[in-house]
């Protein structure tokens, strides 16, 4: 045995072993680190570890086996031991064990005693550099993100397409209902559908880390879904897995693709517990015409809402137990009534018995079914009075609870928000929908119109423009811009694009409305008495001379969709404001009632409280005029304080201060909105009747004229004669 210790030492086995441990030992923290720094996954560094391990028996053979001479490497038993050197290299290998051992120890020192960062206050457990922890927090927030993209149709029958989808979108609302988990809106994520991008390109236009895709291929009744998880920045596959199964057990697929996806994201990301997801079951034909039916939903059109409208009736005669489908068919039913933002004529009472039918079996047979419960906001939010606003906020605040992947949800709470005239509320659940879901169309223009209110028309343009290249040619983006033009007096301009929205897309209610204000704009009351939407033909018939019409139609608004402000503006306008007043009082008891039922909406000021105020003055009720111009500058001031900076706000701060007899006041708000391109009858208080006081001051004379100039610059541009006072 000391023979042979000594030969292993002659032979310098030991020196080597300890210099290659030593070595290894450096070798590994370097690639730690710097396998670490570049993201590589775990199994590399074990990797190399072990690789490293393997190497230490190897380099002990080598030791043994072989020697270094003066002609090179050789095997030791062809050595003459008379010739050999391993003294000579016994040495070198002390000052390279020496050497290594220094670069050990200094790295050690380094590790353990300095600072990584000298700046006051870092130290400790602290010394990681603020960078660092900067960049670590905001990768830590930027990875808990992912897009479902559409899985692709692999079938042979193309008419699976919905099928395909609707697996796609199921999984989607699955992931929305994780905690602190950004997840790309449907209509963002489905826009790349069929386009084979980059995913890099897909992850930074949607703001996501990673992505989910995969393919459903049907045949027979059978389906196999293939699901992979990717990392946007290097494509990395975190996870992917097939599944092979009988069709009447696609709900069971869905659940456990939905919940193998969140392990995989627990994993990754999230780092929480995550409860599992159960889809809600039904007949398979039935479940197959509810997907259809909400593809053609997401249409927004009035013919393909209404074919989904017959798909779900279709559904239900199957399953007449299933909720989903009653919620999607009372939305269905309210998308098909008549009116702005609306896709249908059905009237309106028949639309409220429908869809509370619909909606009340929804309910009923789940009562925690986030569909249901947008159903009813949206309901609520069909109602006409204050009350019903508040409603519509509670049920779709408890609808996102439920499901916070529901765009349409969002969008209604930001309707509803605007109808009890909270802008600011809106603001924050707008920012929130564009941020999860950009191509959302219904949201564009609700998004854009808070913009505007803000006075950020520049922030409104940059949004159009970068989502312009993602849908081309459409009628919401140019419907938008049209609006935007409008804002800021560009009349011509957005006359065009709404031309142009409108020829795109017939039926879109709200692009007709957009024209509609570019003609008033430039007074062409001709043609919008004929074209005009919502309350706008009365305005036209009464500047046409054709006040009996004007008071008909007026009349009619108010009846028959609760319109008391277009009322109310008509009768002071042609100098009835004792029959305004008479028409209040016998139907409020007193102006809380009538605020309760309208309140102020959006952010353009208290319209009907200050009609009320101007009526009241004129029949001499001191007492109630004052009560409406209080409650109106409570709100106006509230909405300037908010930072609403749009011109019919401060046209009714003008109004305001005009009926509290403080004319210089006046005066500066009405300069504020013709110079921010208000424009108006050319004789201004045939609009703005509470103005009156200020006709004859040369200032107001001089800012009517500024006025009729700028509209009469944009009639030119749209090939029509000027006008004059």
């Given at each position: 045995?000391?023979?042979?210790?000594?030969e292993?030492?002659?032979r310098n086995?030991f020196k080597?072993?300890?210099?290659y441990?030593?070595?290894?030992?450096?070798?590994?923290?370097?690639?730690?680190?710097?396998?670490?720094?570049?993201?590589?996954?775990?199994?590399?560094?074990?990797?190399?570890?072990?690789?490293?391990?393997?190497?230490?028996?190897l380099?002990?053979f080598?030791?043994?086996?072989?020697?270094?001479?003066?002609?090179?490497?050789?095997?030791?038993?062809?050595?003459?031991?008379?010739?050999?050197?391993t003294h000579?290299?016994?040495?070198k290998?002390?000052?390279?064990?020496?050497?290594?051992?220094?670069?050990?120890?200094?790295?050690?020192?380094?590790?353990?005693?300095?600072?990584?960062?000298?700046?006051?206050?870092?130290?400790?457990?602290?010394?990681?550099?603020?960078?660092?922890?900067?960049?670590s927090?905001?990768?830590e927030a930027?990875?808990?993100?992912?897009?479902?993209?559409?899985?692709?149709?692999?079938?042979?029958?193309?008419?699976?397409?919905?099928?395909?989808?609707?697996?796609s979108?199921?999984?989607?609302?699955?992931?929305?209902?994780?905690?602190d988990?950004?997840?790309?809106g449907?209509?963002?994520?489905?826009?790349?559908?069929?386009?084979?991008?980059?995913?890099?390109v897909?992850?930074?236009?949607?703001g996501?880390?990673?992505?989910?895709?995969?393919?459903?291929?049907?045949a027979?009744?059978?389906?196999?879904?293939?699901?992979?998880?990717?990392?946007?920045?290097?494509?990395f596959?975190?996870?992917?897995?097939?599944?092979?199964?009988e069709l009447?057990?696609?709900?069971?697929?869905?659940d456990?693709?939905?919940?193998a996806?969140?392990?995989?994201?627990?994993?990754?990301?999230?780092?929480?517990?995550?409860?599992?997801?159960?889809?809600?079951?039904?007949n398979t034909e039935?479940?197959?015409?509810?997907?259809l039916?909400?593809?053609?939903?997401?249409?927004?059109?009035?013919p393909?809402?209404?074919?989904?409208?017959?798909?779900l009736?279709?559904?239900?005669?199957?399953?007449?137990?299933?909720?989903?489908a009653?919620?999607?068919?009372?939305?269905?039913?309210?998308?098909?009534?008549?009116?702005?933002?609306?896709?249908?004529?059905l009237?309106?009472?028949?639309?409220?018995?429908?869809?509370?039918?619909?909606?009340?079996?929804?309910?009923?047979l789940?009562?925690?079914?986030g569909?249901?419960?947008?159903?009813?906001?949206?309901?609520?939010l069909?109602?006409?009075?204050?009350?019903?606003?508040l409603?519509?906020?509670?049920?779709?605040?408890?609808?996102l609870?439920?499901?916070?992947?529901?765009?349409?949800?969002s969008?209604?709470?930001?309707?509803?928000l605007?109808?009890?005239?909270?802008?600011?509320?809106?603001?924050?659940?707008?920012?929130?929908?564009?941020?999860?879901?950009p191509?959302?169309?219904?949201?564009?223009?609700?998004?854009?119109?808070?913009?505007?209110?803000?006075?950020?028309?520049?922030?409104?343009?940059?949004?159009?423009?970068?989502?312009?290249?993602?849908?081309?040619?459409d009628?919401?983006?140019?419907?938008?811009?049209?609006?935007?033009?409008?804002?800021?007096?560009?009349?011509?301009?957005?006359?065009?694009?709404?031309?142009?929205?409108?020829?795109?897309?017939?039926?879109?209610?709200?692009?007709?409305?957009?024209?509609?204000?570019?003609?008033a704009?430039?007074?062409q009351?001709?043609r919008?008495?004929?074209?005009?939407?919502?309350?706008?033909?009365?305005?036209?018939?009464?500047?046409?001379?054709?006040?009996?019409?004007?008071?008909?139609?007026?009349?009619?608004?108010?009846?028959?969709?609760?319109?008391?402000?277009?009322?109310?503006?008509f009768?002071?306008?042609?100098?009835?404001s004792?029959e305004?007043?008479?028409?209040?009082e016998?139907r409020?008891?007193?102006?809380?009632?009538?605020?309760?039922?309208?309140p102020?909406?959006a952010?353009?000021?208290d319209?009907?409280?200050?009609?009320?105020a101007?009526?009241?003055q004129?029949?001499?009720?001191?007492?109630?005029?004052?009560?409406?111009?209080?409650?109106?500058a409570?709100?106006?001031?509230?909405?300037?304080?908010?930072?609403?900076?749009?011109?019919?706000?401060?046209?009714?701060?003008?109004?305001?201060?005009?009926?509290?007899?403080?004319?210089?006041?006046?005066?500066?708000?009405?300069d504020?909105?013709?110079?921010?391109?208000?424009?108006?009858?050319?004789?201004?208080?045939?609009?703005?009747?509470?103005?009156?006081?200020?006709?004859?001051?040369?200032?107001?004379?001089?800012?009517?004229?500024?006025?009729?100039?700028?509209?009469?610059?944009?009639?030119?541009?749209?090939?029509?004669?000027?006008?004059?006072?």
């Open positions: 045995m000391a023979g042979l210790f000594d292993l030492k002659r086995v080597v072993g300890a210099a441990v030593v070595m290894a030992w450096l070798l590994a923290q370097g690639v730690d680190v710097f396998l670490e720094n570049f993201g590589a996954p775990d199994w590399v560094i074990k990797t190399t570890l072990l690789l490293l391990v393997a190497g230490f028996p380099a002990l080598f030791a043994w086996a072989f020697e270094l001479t003066p002609e090179g490497i050789k095997k030791e038993k062809d050595v003459d031991r008379s010739q050999s050197i000579e290299t016994g040495r290998l002390d000052f390279v064990i020496i050497g290594i051992l220094l670069l050990a120890l200094t790295y050690f020192a380094i590790d353990k005693f300095v600072p990584g960062d000298d700046r006051p206050g870092v130290t400790g457990e602290d010394a990681v550099s603020v960078e660092q922890q900067a960049s927090a905001a990768a930027g990875t808990k993100s992912i897009a479902v993209l559409p899985f692709v149709n692999m079938s042979e029958d193309a008419g699976n397409e919905f099928f395909s989808d609707g697996i979108e199921e999984i989607l609302n699955a992931l929305a209902k994780v905690h988990l950004k997840v790309a449907r209509t963002s994520s489905f826009a790349f559908k069929g386009q084979n991008q980059d995913l890099r897909i992850g930074e236009a949607l996501v880390d990673h992505i989910l895709e995969g393919s459903v291929r049907k027979g009744n059978t389906v196999r879904v293939t699901a992979q998880l990717i990392q946007v920045d290097d494509g596959h975190l996870w992917s897995e097939s599944y092979d199964r009447n057990d696609i709900f069971a697929i869905q456990e693709i939905a919940g996806i969140l392990e995989q994201l627990k994993t990754h990301l999230i780092g929480e517990e995550i409860t599992g997801i159960v889809a809600t079951r039904t039935a479940y197959e015409l509810y997907l039916a909400k593809q053609r939903m997401y249409e927004r059109t009035g393909t809402i209404q074919a989904a409208a017959d798909l009736d279709r559904a239900l005669a199957i399953d007449p137990a299933y909720a989903p009653y919620a999607q068919r009372a939305i269905a039913t309210m998308l098909l009534a008549e009116g702005s933002g609306s896709y249908g004529n009237p309106r009472e028949q639309v409220l018995s429908q869809s509370s039918l619909y909606l009340d079996k929804a309910l009923e789940d009562p925690e079914l569909e249901a419960w947008a159903a009813k906001g949206l309901y609520h069909n109602g006409l009075t204050g009350a019903d606003a409603q519509a906020i509670e049920a779709l605040e408890k609808a609870v439920l499901n916070p992947a529901q765009i349409d949800a969008n209604w709470l930001n309707n509803a605007m109808a009890i005239g909270r802008p600011d509320r809106a603001r924050e659940v707008v920012n929130s929908m564009v941020e999860r879901d191509l959302y169309r219904p949201g564009i223009r609700n998004a854009i119109n808070n913009y505007i209110f803000f006075g950020e028309q520049e922030k409104a343009l940059a949004h159009l423009e970068r989502i312009r290249p993602l849908i081309p040619n009628a919401v983006i140019q419907s938008s811009m049209a609006g935007i033009y409008n804002s800021l007096g560009e009349a011509a301009k957005a006359q065009q694009m709404a031309e142009a929205a409108v020829a795109l897309q017939p039926s879109n209610s709200v692009a007709r409305l957009t024209l509609s204000f570019a003609l704009n430039t007074l009351y001709e919008l008495a004929s074209e005009g939407e919502e309350w706008l033909p009365v305005i036209a018939l009464q500047h046409l001379g054709r006040v009996e019409e004007a008071s008909l139609l007026a009349l009619k608004r108010a009846e028959e969709v609760a319109d008391v402000g277009t009322l109310f503006a009768l002071n306008t042609a100098g009835r004792p305004l007043v008479s028409y209040l016998e409020w008891p007193d102006l809380d009632a009538l605020r309760a039922d309208f102020p909406y952010g353009l000021g319209f009907l409280m200050l009609d009320v101007l009526a009241y004129r029949t001499g009720n001191q007492a109630r005029y004052e009560q409406a111009l209080a409650m109106a409570e709100v106006q001031d509230g909405l300037e304080a908010a930072g609403v900076n749009f011109f019919l706000l401060w046209m009714n701060q003008a109004s305001r201060w005009a009926l509290a007899g403080d004319l210089e006041k006046s005066l500066v708000y009405l504020r909105a013709i110079s921010q391109g208000l424009t108006a009858n050319t004789r201004i208080v045939r609009d703005w009747p509470a103005l009156e006081p200020l006709e004859g001051d040369p200032r107001f004379e001089a800012m009517q004229q500024r006025m009729i100039e700028h509209i009469n610059s944009e009639r030119q541009k749209l090939g029509l004669e000027p006008v004059s006072t």
